[in-house]
Nanobody, 120 residues
């Protein structure tokens, strides 16, 4: 499975951004896909995950971030609203989990990441 993220860049605080992740290869629509981010000097943290039966979010991001998936296009999305400086991070697309997990260890497949920078 290959994952390619896009949509990152720079945005001012309060703005919005949508990330995309195009999946190719042996993609199973039953598997969970998710987003994980890593801020400078910090550990990776799960952002959101989505499967056929629902989704889950990091508690602190609920209401601002929205994960969605287009199985026909094998594409995962992350809509991010009301961005602030703490959202500055490298955002990674991940796939292949069997659980609605925000733990990076549950995902065998990873993209290269896309940088999101929020300026105040």
């Amino acid at each position: 499975v290959d994952l390619v993220e896009s949509g990152g860049g720079s945005v001012q605080a309060g703005g919005s951004m949508r990330l995309s992740c195009a999946a190719s290869g042996n993609v199973d629509s039953r598997d969970i896909m998710g987003w994980v981010r890593q801020a400078p000097g910090k550990k990776r943290e799960g952002v959101a995950a989505i499967g056929r039966d629902g989704d889950t979010y990091r508690e602190s991001l609920k209401g601002r971030f929205l994960i969605s998936r287009d199985n026909a296009k094998n594409t995962l999305y992350l809509q991010m609203n009301i961005l602030n400086a703490e959202d500055t991070a490298m955002y990674y697309c991940a796939a292949g989990s069997k659980y609605y997990s925000l733990q990076e260890s549950d995902y065998p497949y990873w993209g290269q990441g896309t940088q999101v920078t929020v300026s105040s």
